[in-house]
């Protein structure tokens, strides 16, 4: 199933001079982590998203967010890269991907090997203390909170506040810098390639659109619809661990190999 697809796609990306790649959680459904929006992906079945997982949310009831959090926060410290991490991380090497746009949380486009990464949604990598604003390496903290069910919250060893974790709460600014930075590829692309995602949360959901007007062809691998589906230029309704590695394998197959100085 859609091999003309996955040919033209392949055709269109070795044809670019500047594609980026724009991720959701979708692609790292296939390592185990749930999405947001996707039927049973539980995240949300038992809390209100804007009550534990919004700013204000975290400021008045951290304990709530922590305790949603336990066990997202398991998944996410031992998941790994799937095929279509790597499938991005491939088109880098090959020279035909300049930069992965993503909104996702979980480290694992750079643990896959990609090297230009903007993580517009925040990470994990960290935790910022919210009254002193000192900024931590998360993974110590873990351990301890992890053993404790989530009925523990994160506090600064320093200052005793709450720490949040560097990742963007509903209602809370998006890192500028890393978001200019972002909006810089977009204006000079000329492919964007978007992965698993429902394009339902903004400002990221207007990118494609972005880099449209711009001119840039659009690649679209997506389980369910989104409003982008009929304005693509390919819209493959699939799992990015199968057609991401197609496309890239499609890719390999007509590109002359780099010259080796
Ligand atoms: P979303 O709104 O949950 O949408 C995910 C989309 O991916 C849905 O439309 C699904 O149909 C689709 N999908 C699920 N699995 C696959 C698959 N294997 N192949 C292809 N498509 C698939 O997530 P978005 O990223 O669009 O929304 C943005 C939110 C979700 C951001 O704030 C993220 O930080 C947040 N989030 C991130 C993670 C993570 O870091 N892995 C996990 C859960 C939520």
């Not at 049973?40 to 922590?66: C, N, Q, T």
């Not at 203390?129 to 506090?155: D, H, N, W």
């Not at 060893?157 to 809370?172: A, D, M, T």
């Amino acid at each position: 199933m859609y091999e003309a697809e996955i040919q033209q796609a392949a055709n269109m990306l070795l044809r670019s001079n500047h594609a980026v790649a724009l991720t959701g959680a979708g692609i790292s459904t296939p390592s185990g982590i749930p999405d947001f929006r996707s039927p049973d992906s539980g995240l949300w079945e038992k809390h209100d998203p804007m009550a534990v997982a919004s700013l204000i949310g975290f400021r008045h009831r951290p304990d709530l967010f922590y305790q949603w959090l336990a066990p997202l926060a398991k998944t996410l410290m031992t998941a790994q890269p799937n095929p279509a991490h790597y499938a991005l991380a491939k088109l880098e090497t090959l020279g035909i991907l300049k930069s992965v746009i993503t909104q996702n949380i979980d480290l694992l486009h750079l643990k896959a090997g990609s090297k230009t990464v903007y993580e517009v949604h925040g990470h994990v990598r960290e935790a910022t203390c919210i009254s002193c604003f000192t900024v931590y390496q998360a993974e110590p903290f873990m351990k301890e909170y992890l053993e404790s069910g989530g009925t523990k919250i994160l506090r600064c060893p320093s200052c005793g506040g709450v720490l949040k974790p560097n990742v963007i709460l509903f209602g809370e600014q998006l890192p500028l810098n890393i978001f200019n930075a972002a909006k810089r590829e977009i204006q000079q692309c000329d492919m964007m390639v978007v992965a698993g995602s429902s394009l339902e949360v903004y400002p990221v959901a207007d990118m494609p659109r972005q880099a449209r007007a711009a001119g840039a062809k659009l690649i679209l691998i997506n389980l369910s619809e989104t409003d982008y589906d009929r304005v693509a230029d390919v819209t493959i309704h699939g799992d990015v661990a199968d057609f991401l590695p197609r496309i890239v394998q499609a890719v390999e197959a007509q590109k002359p190999p780099l010259e080796v100085a």
